[in-house]
Nanobody
Framework: QVQLMESGGGLVQTGGSLRLSCAASGSVFSGNAMGWYRQGPGNRRELVAGISSSGSTNYDDSVKGRFTISRDNAKNTMYLQMNRLKPEDTAIYYC???????????????WGQGTQVTVSS
């Protein structure tokens, strides 16, 4: 079964840190660009950080200098290091990307189930 599984969310105080992981199972990363998104209460899902196949990165202005996205294609895992967290970072965080299963079939624009991040003030 093809899956993207996020982990690492939780409750943290303002100024704290969390490291999110996104692992592919039943499949491998296609090598295409991937990203972390979040959806806060009453908000639309928004892009937080993206990483290209070559490793170049882009960030929403609200997280620049605090969050770092990275990927380990050999481990089929993507990460989001989140530092100096703020209450407004509270949201469900989702990873997104293209996957290839064991038969070589592509799964485009695949989403994980999300992991909750709550930052207390």
């Amino acid at each position: 079964q093809v899956q993207l599984m996020e982990s690492g969310g939780g409750l943290v105080q303002t100024g704290g840190s969390l490291r999110l992981s996104c692992a592919a199972s039943g499949s491998v990363f296609s090598g295409n660009a991937m990203g972390w998104y979040r959806q806060g209460p009453g908000n639309r899902r928004e892009l937080v950080a993206g990483i290209s196949s070559s490793g170049s990165t882009n960030y929403d202005d609200s997280v620049k200098g605090r969050f770092t996205i990275s990927r380990d294609n050999a481990k089929n895992t993507m990460y989001l290091q989140m530092n100096r967290l703020k209450p407004e970072d509270t949201a469900i965080y989702y990873c997104n990307g293209d996957l290839i299963d064991n038969s070589g079939s592509y799964y485009y624009d695949y989403w994980g189930q999300g992991t909750q991040v709550t930052v207390s003030s």
